[in-house]
């Protein structure tokens, strides 16, 4: 009977991939000689991984569901294309597996399923292209052609990378298929497009063709390249971070020794970054580092890498045939341009020198880690040598870390065992030379090395935040020793020192206020002496503490006045009481006597006391009392004693 039907009807064993049995018309279809010949081909050698695939869907459905489906399909029969709709639907073989049975229609009559697969591919997304065997574009759906530069455009000149397209038409040749991410040219400019690219014929010709589709996967790309970025840079300089400088000193190391070359790590650290934090607030210290980075970016080749390894610590590889000159231009450049003054927005010109620690590739040390930390001792080492140099790494180093670790320690342990103690400098009145005040100067009573100088604990009490405790100690034992020099009847002021990080500390005023009662000092015989670094922010907190602190009835001293910025300006601003010229001046007259006289007139204008620090010499106390400066404080008259010395200088100079 189905013989007799002119429509061409087979049955397809989908397990074997064979036709099962099939009508005159069909063999037709298929250019069989015989039904024998037809059920003897291999049907699966020529199918493509996705016809196969849709198969096995086919007949897991038709199990399910007795389903069918229609399909456009076109046969090569004598190497004719011939159009067919063919409706699948389910057919049980005698053996009871599930095979297909096949209708074939000729295409003309358009089934909804044909009707809808145009509507799809014209709305679709994903752009869709047919090319031929010499690459000529045959068809492109409307995503494709609204995104190709021009219609006949073949894919070589689509694709970006020329080795790319060879490589996806070889894995196509191969495979038959292939998928690959490619920048491609497009109209709205270069994109990141996932390609599909299958083998197929052209249904209207019969001849080889290539069926490519392509997705936009750009957004994809920018955020995993943004990714990629965050991991390897740091955002607020946009430098290369720490983990990048690890990567490329690891992919560069093995180069580095071959071609007999040698490298450099030059660990940068800021001096006194944590002061502009402090007073000038974070955002600017921030816009103070990407200026930094600048620099630093601009004082090597673009060969070298500069890295910010967080906070105000930066790196720089240099690789060299000859290391050291090459260390030695750029921290020369480094210097220079480092120290150039910034202004930041608040108009606020703030200088900044970097302490440079350099490690050396490969007598330094093997690995990067090692480097780092060799660096990082040897920039500790220019810190302590004053600041604004250059060191290299020496193996003792490694013990002055251990030697920091344990003086840091010993400070906290002196702090319990309260082994700190204040001595007294006198300030003395120059016209009649008698003590009218005195500053408190701090030193540690240490169990087994003595007397231990401030210059020798403060800074790591600054860095490690113990100031604040003993700042706290120091105010307390100051207003205590005023008040038994007044029940002795001599009615001193007293002037304590202030750090910068002490006026981050939040309990700093409430501090001050408690050891004022608990003394019964009165706050108008107490001055704090703070330095210009503090004031450089015009920090509206940093004002606020220091007019607190007038209102308490305190003084406040600028110290070391002339070391800085000497900035008059700071002075109109802020509650100054009393400017302390530091002895660099007084010490060498001659040569800043200029700045010396402005400093001492100006201050007379602003109705300002003077004290001149550091006078060691009866010319220098001539000099002095020339310029009607009326206090100074200095050897000449007495060093910091105890208090014990003290009270005998103060009988010793009583008046008659
Ligand atoms: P400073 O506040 O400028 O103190 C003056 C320093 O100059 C003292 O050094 C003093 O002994 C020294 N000096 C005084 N007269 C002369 C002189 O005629 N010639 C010379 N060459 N030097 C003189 P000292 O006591 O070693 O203190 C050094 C620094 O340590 C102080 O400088 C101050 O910045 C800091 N400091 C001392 N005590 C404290 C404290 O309790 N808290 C804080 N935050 N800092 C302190
Ligand atoms: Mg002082
Ligand atoms: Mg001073």
Redesign the pocket.
Known sequence: MLDLVSEPVWIFDIDRKHVHWANKAALQVWSAPTLAELCGRDMGRDMSESVARRLAQYQSDFIAMAASFNEQWTLYPGGKPLSLTVKFSAHRLDDGRMAMLCEARPAAAHTPESLRSVEALLHTAAMISLYGTRGEALYRNPAARASVRTLDEPLAQRIVDPLEHQALLAALQAEGSATRTLAVHTQQGERWHEISARRCRDAVTGQDAMLVSEVDISAIKRTEAHANFLAMHDPLTGLPNRAQVMLRFAEGMQRIRDAGLQAALMFIDLDHFKDINDTLGHAAGDRLLVQVAERLRSAVRTSDLVARLGGDEFLILLVSTDILAEVDVVRTRLAQSVAEPVVLDSGVEVRITPSMGVSLFPQDGQDFETLLRSADLAMYDAKEAGRNGVAFFAPRMSQAVHQRMTLEAELRRALQRQEFE??Y?PIVDVPSNRVVGT?????WRHPSRGLV???AF?PLCESTGL?CE??AY?FEQAAHQQVRWREAGHDLLVS????AR?FAHPRLLQDMAAALQASGCSASRLQV?ITESMLLGRDERVLGLLLEMRAMGMAIAL??FGTGYSNLAYLQRYPISTL?I??SFIQSIDANRPLAELIVSMSRLMRLAVVA????TAEQLAWVAGRGIEHY????FS??VPVAAFDALLAAHAPA
């Not at 500053?439 to 030193?443: G, S």
């Not at 304590?496 to 750090?499: A, D, E, F, M, Y």
């Open positions: 204040l001595h400098q500053e408190a100067l701090v030193r100088m401030p210059d403060i100031i003993l700042g120091v304590v020192n202030l750090s002490q002496e110290d070391d302390k530091d002895r620090e550091g006078v060691e404080q200095g050897y000449l060093k910091a």
